[in-house]
Structures are given as C-alpha cells and as structure tokens.
Nanobody, 116 residues
Framework: VQLQASGGGLVQAGGSLRLSCAAS?????MGWFRQAPGKQREWVAG???????KYEESVQGRFTISRSNDKNTVYLQMNSLKPDDTAVYYC??????????????WGQGTQVNVSS
C-alpha cells in the first residue's frame, strides 16, 4: 500500500489546517501520528472502516478525523491549533485483520508548524 500525505504548512496559533492522506488501495483502520522535534512519535487519532473514531486526549475536541472509502483517503481537520501541535504528521493505515500499531504502512510525513 502506497500512501501520499499532503496539507501541512505554517499557521498561527488558533488557526486551522486540514491534512489528507490517500492510499493506493482499500484499507481497514486509518490513523494519524505525529513526531515533534526531540520527541517520540505518538498516536493522534484513528478511524475504523465503520467510522468509529478515537483521539489522543490533547487533541480531543480540536481535531476531527474522517475518511472517504470511495477515495481510500483519510483526513485530519485540525482546529484551534497550538504551538505544541508543531510536528511532522504521518498517516498510517492497516489492512483488514491487522492492528494499526502493527501495520508497516506509513505515509511520508507532512510538516505542521504553529507559531505563537
């Protein structure tokens, strides 16, 4: 599975960005991770094939994950952005029967910079 992520950029605190990640084929669970400078990569949000959503606590209420099964694409709408959200954001997808945490399929990463 090939993944192509897009949508990162520079935004002021309080602003919004929308990330997209298109997969080359059908997938099961789709999600987003991020890695800030000097920190380990962390899970941000995930969405199942039946659109059940889960979020990391710090983004709950500000970020919304969604997907288009027709387009094999996952989105991350990020609102009320904070400087702490600055990171490289990676999409990750899993095939049916595989947990997202065990999947080898990662996007190339897209940089999000939030200025104060």
């Amino acid at each position: 599975v090939q993944l192509q992520a897009s949508g990162g950029g520079l935004v002021q605190a309080g602003g919004s960005l929308r990330l997209s990640c298109a997969a080359s084929g059908r997938t099961s669970v789709m999600g987003w991770f991020r890695q800030a400078p000097g920190k380990q990569r962390e899970w941000v949000a995930g969405i199942s094939s039946s659109a059940i959503r889960k979020y990391e606590e710090s983004v709950q209420g500000r970020f919304t994950i969604s997907r288009s099964n027709d387009k094999n694409t996952v989105y991350l709408q990020m609102n009320s952005l904070k400087p702490d959200d600055t990171a490289v954001y990676y999409c990750r997808v899993a095939l049916r029967g595989v947990a997202l945490r065990d999947s080898p399929y990662w996007g190339q990463g897209t940089q999000v910079n939030v200025s104060s």
